[in-house]
């Protein structure tokens, strides 16, 4: 199994992808693909069964430059739209740990002319 991490390390620097590109692909985090690299962590049957193939796919030389530039624009589009759905759901506990509204008042976003109001009301309080 040594083996076929150093070979994954192999096609993984000379593609120049990052460690969590390549984890990414392998449906696994970036800290636990470093652990698997540096032995600290052992590699499980399924996982070197995923990374078996990635290595196939990847380390081929009948890839064209396309081919390589389509896998690796497929990657970052993966990981972009994780990010954004994981920004959308931190936006939107941060929206909702925020929002205190009075007994029975429906939600609403702090929007400039909700400012607005919330400011007159309480300078006619005064």
Request: with cysteine.
């Amino acid at each position: 199994m040594s083996d076929l991490i150093e070979r994954a390390e192999m096609v993984r620097r000379r593609l120049r992808l990052r460690q969590a590109v390549v984890a990414a692909a392998l449906n696994i985090s970036q800290g636990h693909y470093s652990k698997v690299v540096a032995r600290r962590t052992p590699l499980a049957r399924n996982l070197a069964e995923r990374l078996a193939a990635w290595v196939d796919v990847n380390s081929t030389g009948e890839h064209a430059d396309g081919d390589l530039v389509t896998h690796r624009m497929a990657m970052l589009a993966e990981s972009i739209q994780r990010q954004c759905v994981e920004l959308l759901q931190l936006t939107t506990r941060g929206i909702h740990a925020s929002a205190s509204p009075a007994d029975g008042e429906p939600f609403q976003p702090k929007t400039a002319s909700n400012l607005e109001t919330t400011r007159k009301a309480a300078d006619s309080e005064r």
